[in-house]
């Protein structure tokens, strides 16, 4: 692995950030999560993933053998994290990234998943894979629909199975697969974040450690008038939404897509009205 990703401090202007990604596809970001912030999350994840086992079921076997089975993994996380839900889902550093690549695209953007995992030792190398294939009847070229991020939870090296990423290939023809020596490997200290298109190569680094777990989460974010891949209405349903701050709870879809003013309509209307607000008013 040869290649290297773009540098940047957490309060390094947006639109510079937003340019690495736009030329390299992704960037590495540190000092994302402060350390009090980091430390606290940490420790309100800790008892959750003591209770989860790696050896579990997906929806079918193509996901089992995507994850395999040295993986803990917390989906849900604002619904099980009030730190989460309070500070990091909607941290000013993730509204200015999204701003600047999603905003053109969309009247407003929402969380797509927010997804701890925790890597253990003998997970192997991930399927290398562009995020936004999810979305396969989406017509290409299009727009940047997604952001995403995996965020160090500990110190990401590479034995410890940092996230491995090809650097521009948001830019290749379709069927171009990396060379090794086109893969750069994410090593950054917890706190820390590589943050990509959702069109870049990328996956999880083999963990050749005979007993440490890569802590960390994938938390990324979707234009609103896409389906997103956690059913985030389900995973934090209104009752545990409504504890949330108000820009929390429109991350996680609960405000209308008002697409007026470009020219479109409403998307995600409840009773023809906005759910944010009927949620304020305790009707949800
Ligand atoms: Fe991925």
């Known amino acids: 692995?040869?290649?290297?990703?773009?540098?940047?401090?957490?309060?390094?202007?947006?639109?510079?950030?937003?340019?690495?990604?736009?030329?390299?596809?992704?960037?590495?970001?540190?000092?994302?999560?402060?350390p009090d912030l980091l430390a606290r999350f940490n420790a309100e994840i800790d008892p959750i993933l003591e209770q989860v086992s790696?050896?579990?079921?997906?929806?079918?076997?193509v996901i089992d053998f995507f994850y395999g089975d040295r993986v803990r993994?917390?989906?849900?996380?604002?619904?099980?994290?009030?730190?989460?839900?309070?500070?990091?889902?909607?941290?000013p550093f993730y509204a200015a990234v999204c701003d600047a690549i999603l905003g053109p695209s969309c009247a407003t953007y929402q969380l797509n998943v927010a997804q701890v995992m925790d890597r253990g030792p003998g997970a192997e190398q991930q399927l290398l894979h562009r995020d936004e294939?999810?979305?396969?009847?989406?017509?290409?070229?299009?727009?940047?629909?997604?952001?995403?991020?995996?965020?160090?939870?500990?110190?990401?090296?590479?034995?410890?199975?940092?996230?491995?990423?090809?650097?521009?290939?948001?830019?290749?023809?379709?069927g171009r697969h990396p060379e090794p020596a086109e893969l750069a490997c994410a090593e950054m200290p917890a706190g820390s974040a590589v943050v990509y298109l959702g069109s870049t190569i990328h996956g999880g680094g083999?963990?050749?450690?005979?007993?440490?777990?890569?802590?960390?989460?994938?938390?990324?974010?979707?234009?609103?008038?896409?389906?997103t891949e956690d059913n985030n209405y389900l995973s934090t349903?209104?009752?545990?939404?409504?504890?949330?701050?108000r820009r929390s709870q429109e991350l996680l879809g609960y405000v209308a897509h008002d697409a007026i003013?470009?020219?479109?309509?409403?998307?995600?209307?409840?009773d023809l009205l906005d759910p944010i607000e009927l949620l304020a008013q305790g009707k949800l």
């Open 1 to 34: 692995m040869r290649a290297e990703l773009p540098r940047f401090l957490a309060d390094a202007p947006p639109e510079r950030l937003a340019e690495g990604l736009r030329e390299h596809g992704a960037v590495i970001v540190e000092g994302v999560l402060a």
């Open 237 to 245: 349903p209104p009752d545990v939404a409504r504890m949330l701050p």
């Open 73 to 91: 993994q917390i989906t849900g996380v604002a619904a099980r994290s009030r730190v989460f839900g309070e500070e990091i889902l909607c941290h």
């Open 133 to 174: 294939d999810v979305w396969v009847h989406l017509p290409r070229p299009h727009p940047e629909v997604q952001l995403a991020s995996v965020i160090a939870l500990v110190d990401f090296t590479a034995e410890i199975g940092a996230t491995v990423v090809a650097p521009k290939s948001h830019h290749w023809e379709r």
């Open 206 to 227: 083999p963990n050749t450690t005979a007993d440490r777990w890569r802590r960390g989460m994938h938390m990324s974010f979707v234009v609103g008038w896409l389906r």
């Open 54 to 61: 790696p050896k579990r079921a997906y929806l079918n076997p």
């Open 261 to 270: 003013a470009a020219g479109g309509g409403y998307l995600g209307t409840v």
